[in-house]
């Protein structure tokens, strides 16, 4: 075999034939550029809006130094999609969604822990009344928001976490009107009691419970900007890109 051979041997067998080749090193400070598959023409009044997100800019929404703070282009496409005109946004947190709201004129009801508003109680939740509902809620414990007990990020076990976030989303269902959409956006995760865990899949099946119907593709939206990017781990997995746009609808 020559030597030009050897170089071309697949990894996997090189151990069959008692020879080592040095393990690839990616280099993770270049950028990596996909080419995306085109998108039908069609009549959507946000005709880049598609099952891939990939904004790399946030926007001027929110503190993009709050923990787990994503961009507001997301929200503000879909609200055009949509053409809402009133917003129910259970969880501030850095004000991104209230931001966006602002900026196109809608009315947007917007609390959370720190204005005193539990989202997961139904007491006070308005009812029948919004067009939209964003929720983007922690990812269970994969980011800790704060020390108060009713955070979802604080919940103990993963049981504890989906029944408080199935009540989320029941009071969400609650605060849309009939044909109202519940947007979710969640991300999968690892951790190392409880190993992998497919909030993805508890989502739509809480939902389902809740009486929503799913509205169209899951948009995934490429997660530019994560402080995991920037880390350097010493086990081996497969890292996460990205996290799930779920789009219901209430019948």
């Known amino acids: 075999m020559t030597a030009t051979q050897t170089a071309t041997i697949n990894?996997?067998?090189?151990?069959?034939?008692?020879?080592?080749?040095?393990?690839?090193?990616?280099?993770?400070?270049?950028?990596?550029?996909a080419k995306l598959p085109r998108a039908p023409r069609n009549a959507s009044p946000v005709p880049h809006l598609t099952s891939l997100y990939h904004f790399s800019r946030a926007g001027d929404y929110g503190d993009r130094k709050y923990p787990g703070n994503c961009g507001g282009n997301l929200i503000k496409d879909l609200l055009k999609y949509f053409g809402s005109y009133s917003v129910y946004d259970p969880m501030t947190g850095s004000g991104t969604c209230r931001d966006v709201c602002l900026e196109l004129g809608l009315y947007c009801w917007s609390g959370d822990l720190k204005s005193g508003a539990d989202a997961c109680n139904p007491v006070g939740v308005p009812r029948n009344c919004f067009d939209f509902c964003w929720i983007h809620p922690p990812y269970w414990r994969q980011k800790v928001y704060s020390d108060h007990p009713l955070d979802l990020s604080q919940a103990p076990t993963l049981a504890a976490f989906l029944d408080r976030y199935r009540l989320l989303i029941a009071n969400c269902t609650d605060a849309v009107r009939p044909g109202g959409i519940v947007a979710i956006l969640m991300g999968d995760y690892s951790d190392r009691q409880a190993g992998f865990v497919p909030l993805v899949y508890h989502t739509k099946r809480l939902a389902f419970e809740c009486g929503l119907k799913q509205h169209g593709t899951d948009i995934i939206r490429f997660s530019h900007g994560a402080s995991s990017g920037k880390k350097v781990y010493r086990s081996s997995f497969i890292p996460g890109l990205h996290d799930v746009c779920m789009l219901f609808v209430r019948p």
Do not use: L, M
Not at 13 to 25: L, T
């Open 11 to 33: 990894p996997f067998y090189a151990a069959r034939i008692g020879r080592k080749f040095p393990p690839a090193v990616p280099d993770n400070d270049r950028p990596v550029y």
